[in-house]
């Protein structure tokens, strides 16, 4: 198990950016993929983007070319940079450690959950 922070959350207009922090405080960061998972009101939680210790990262096509997810395993942070943001990026995000599927957007473990930041873009 890991134990996840997450920070960075906040009100924007569309167009600025945000910046969003996780960080594992207990557990064993370097064995887990980390991921960045969003949920809308009334929506599925989907995952956004993903980084694993080393290798390609993973990102949903609605945010490819305007978020950027880094990996800084000296800080047991995953940071994701969010550029461009739309209103329609607005929900609750979560980052998560986990062992991943048959693919990257799999999960067949969890290791553990942060408690969720709200990011809200207003038009």
């Known amino acids: 198990q890991v134990q996840l922070v997450e920070s960075g959350g906040g009100l924007v207009q569309a167009g600025d950016s945000l910046r969003l922090s996780c960080t594992a405080s207990?557990?064993?960061?370097?064995?887990?993929?980390i991921g960045w998972f969003r949920q809308a009101p009334g929506k599925e939680r989907d995952l956004v983007a993903a980084?694993?210790?080393?290798?390609?990262?993973y990102y949903a096509d609605s945010v490819k070319g305007r978020f950027l997810i880094t990996r800084d395993n000296t800080k047991n942070t995953v940071y994701l940079q969010m550029n461009s943001l739309k209103p329609e990026d607005t929900a609750v995000y979560s980052c998560?450690?986990?062992?991943?599927?048959?693919?990257?957007?799999?999960?067949?473990?969890?290791?553990?959950w942060g408690q969720g930041t709200q990011v809200t873009v207003s038009s």
């Open positions: 207990e557990g064993t960061f370097s064995r887990y993929i």
């Open positions: 980084a694993p210790w080393t290798g390609s990262r």
């Open positions: 998560a450690a986990y062992f991943p599927g048959r693919t990257i957007t799999t999960i067949s473990e969890i290791g553990g």
